[in-house]
Nanobody, 120 residues
């Protein structure tokens, strides 16, 4: 089992940057792909980015491509999401999750989420 705890959310102006972190427990962390998904008020949870276990393969949603970067440090059991050029439409609760794919059902373990608010 993997336990996940996100941090780094907050309030930022449009055009600004934030770095989200996800701390994972468990000795099998490197076996899991890790993703970031988000849920805005009144909307369904959606895929943002995913990275495979070795860190060699990354996939992004079209809406964040070129602005967000996912990375991981397997020695520290950490996953990161660097978010640049933030837009108001990026406002959401961001979740770290273990799994691989573009669908919510592709993920088996979830963190509690961290709020990101982008003001215009």
């Amino acid at each position: 089992q993997v336990q996940l705890v996100e941090s780094g959310g907050g309030l930022v102006q449009a055009g600004g940057s934030l770095r989200l972190s996800c701390a994972a427990s468990g000795r099998t962390f490197s076996r899991y792909g890790m993703g970031w998904l988000r849920q805005a008020p009144g909307k369904e949870r959606e895929f943002v980015a995913v990275i495979n276990g070795s860190g060699g393969n990354k996939v992004y949603a079209d809406s964040v491509k070129g602005r967000f970067t996912i990375s991981r440090d397997n020695a520290k059991n950490m996953v990161y999401l660097q978010m640049n050029s933030l837009k108001p439409e990026d406002t959401a609760v961001y979740y770290c999750a273990a799994g691989y794919g573009r669908r919510v059902n592709d993920y088996v373990y979830w963190g509690q989420g961290t709020q990101v608010t982008v003001s215009s």
